[in-house]
């Protein structure tokens, strides 16, 4: 059974033509394709926000004499704020239309991105990237929802193909824009840049998107499934966080994780009694979108995990600018821009799974020939595993999208956008936290012994423990003044311990994609996709 949506035109548009959501009402408003192109504009600071930021984090930290702890918060604060409040910005959009939440969310971002360029103390950077977050998570599901119901079910796949493009191109290219900015401008200029695009954004969203609603979309709030998803979330997230810090035997990180597990007990049997639930659980019954949110957490944990170590490994162990390792990832960034559009043709043509399976194989020899580099590999050879990884990630990114958003009613399009994002970020809050501790773990083990090995002078306890966190970074723990000679064996010595641990890591995002292979088979294609632009509007 599929839903009609109610589309709302802005003054003098007069009705839309045909029945189709597919055609504009008057002009260019609501036609598809512009919309896509409004969407992604937006959807694109939210992307690049998530990796440009790391770059400026040193300059921040000199301009504002910022701690390292400070600067994580920086990164930090971002992602809670939007992991903790995506599906909630999603009902927001399915409640109150996806165009208006997508413009409030694009004007708020760019309006936080000039607050933090605009802030002289690092207490008020991490406040307003808080707000970027928050905005960032109300404008991500409205991009998908409008794409869901602007596009005939033949052509979504294909649009969300683009869309998927523009985020991987936009994480991947952060690092190189990030680098560029901070080294000829300033760092404030990589939150600057967010201010035009987000005029932009606006004015084609006031432009050109048109307000499709579903006729049974819901007419109340679930103040306290609100309540206890944010603050579940809040707790998964949290724990995850700093569990690097803590350990990952230590109590604090483990009552967070029992708080969050008893936080989603209570929101799940909730949710079976209120009469307008946050997340009908029935939405889980669909296997497909069940593993669709399963696929795209391990992607995250594989993608997101395996590429942190990366920049290390490009920057550290090369010795490499940030500017010189962001335009070693092209081959990444490139296959991803090649690969998603071709992507979404191809899971149109022979559905989700085979594309799917494809995609975490390749992903998953990818992750092993990470595991395989080393002091002397070339740029040839990281290029072919680079681009290896774009290329696999590229049908994942798209389908993994399609089937959860498909697999969804209409009216509940805003929230499934929110599930992907959620599982998205999640994913990648686990992936760089679990096989940090890998890292940690295996650089404890190795460096002491290598240590030893290479004749060097005996470290204290206290000496060790500092040259074990520098080590897990790549980098060499030379004090001023050490001989040449000397500086020489430490650096191969934090070099080769680094080299290993990033090394295991890499397999184990590669075993973490193999199992992704097996969840893809229960994937296929969405049942309601049928309920978006191909239905008549009244």
Not at 3 to 24: C, E, N, V, Y
Not at 290 to 304: E, H, K, T, Y
Request: glycine share 14%; aromatic share 8%.
């Amino acid at each position: 059974m599929t839903s009609q949506t109610i589309d709302k035109a802005g003054p003098g548009d007069g009705p839309p033509a045909g029945t189709s959501g597919a055609t504009p009402g008057k002009g260019l408003r609501g036609h598809p394709w512009f919309t896509l192109v409004t969407v992604a504009v937006g959807v694109m600071m939210v992307a690049l926000d998530g990796t440009i930021v790391a770059i400026a984090n040193p300059a921040i930290g000199d301009d504002l004499d910022a701690s390292w702890s400070d600067l994580q918060w920086i990164t930090n604060a971002y992602f809670l704020a939007l992991a903790v409040s995506l599906v909630t910005a999603g009902k927001l959009g399915d409640r109150f239309g996806h165009r208006q939440t997508f413009l409030i969310g694009v004007a708020g971002f760019a309006a936080s991105s000039a607050a933090i360029g605009l802030s002289d103390g690092i207490t008020m950077v991490v406040v307003f990237r808080v707000f970027q977050g928050l905005f960032g998570a109300l404008l991500m599901p409205a991009a998908l929802g409008l794409l869901r119901a602007t596009f005939p079910a033949e052509k979504l796949n294909m649009a969300i193909g683009i869309w998927g493009m523009v985020i991987g191109a936009s994480t991947a290219g952060g690092p190189i824009l990030g680098g560029v900015l901070v080294e000829h401008v300033n760092w404030q200029s990589v939150f600057f840049i967010n201010v035009p695009v987000g005029i932009l954004a606006v004015a084609l969203g006031v432009w050109i998107l048109l307000d499709h609603r579903a006729e049974n979309a819901p007419r109340s709030f679930d103040l306290l499934g609100i309540a206890l998803l944010s603050a579940a979330m809040f707790c998964l997230v949290w724990a995850v966080i700093k569990a690097p810090e803590w350990g990952w035997g230590d109590v604090r990180t483990w009552s967070f994780i029992a708080g969050s597990l008893v936080l989603f007990a209570g929101f799940a049997f909730w949710e079976t009694k209120v009469k307008e639930p946050l997340i009908p659980l029935g939405l889980f019954r669909s296997v497909p979108l069940s593993a669709g949110v399963v696929l795209m957490v391990l992607m995250a944990i594989a993608f997101m995990g395996g590429l942190f170590f990366v920049t290390f490994y490009l920057q550290s162990v090369h010795g490499l600018s940030p500017v010189e390792a962001g335009l070693h990832l092209l081959p990444l960034t490139g296959m991803m821009i090649v690969g998603s559009p071709l992507a979404g043709v191809m899971i149109t043509k022979a559905g989700p799974r085979i594309p799917l399976a494809g995609g975490m194989v390749l992903t998953a020899l990818a992750m092993y020939g990470m595991s395989t580099l080393d002091k002397g590999t070339g740029s040839a050879v990281m290029s072919v595993w680079f681009a290896l990884l774009g290329l696999g990630l590229a049908p994942v990114m798209v389908g993994a999208t399609e089937v959860i958003v498909g697999n969804a009613p209409l009216e509940l399009s805003g929230v499934a956008g929110g599930l992907q994002q959620s599982a998205m970020q999640i994913g990648g809050s686990l992936g760089t936290a679990v096989l940090g501790a890998v890292m940690a773990s295996k650089v404890d083990s190795d460096l002491p012994a290598n240590w030893a090995d290479a004749g060097l002078p005996p470290l204290s306890p206290e000496q060790l423990e500092l040259a074990e966190e520098a080590v897990q970074k790549g980098v060499a723990p030379v004090p001023e003044g050490t001989p040449a000679q000397i500086a020489a064996k430490i650096t191969d010595v934090a070099h080769d311990t680094f080299l290993s641990g990033m090394s295991l890591a890499s397999l184990v995002a590669a075993g973490v994609a193999a199992v992704a292979v097996l969840v893809a088979f229960l994937t296929k294609r969405g049942e309601n996709a049928e309920a978006g632009a191909g239905v008549g509007h009244i």
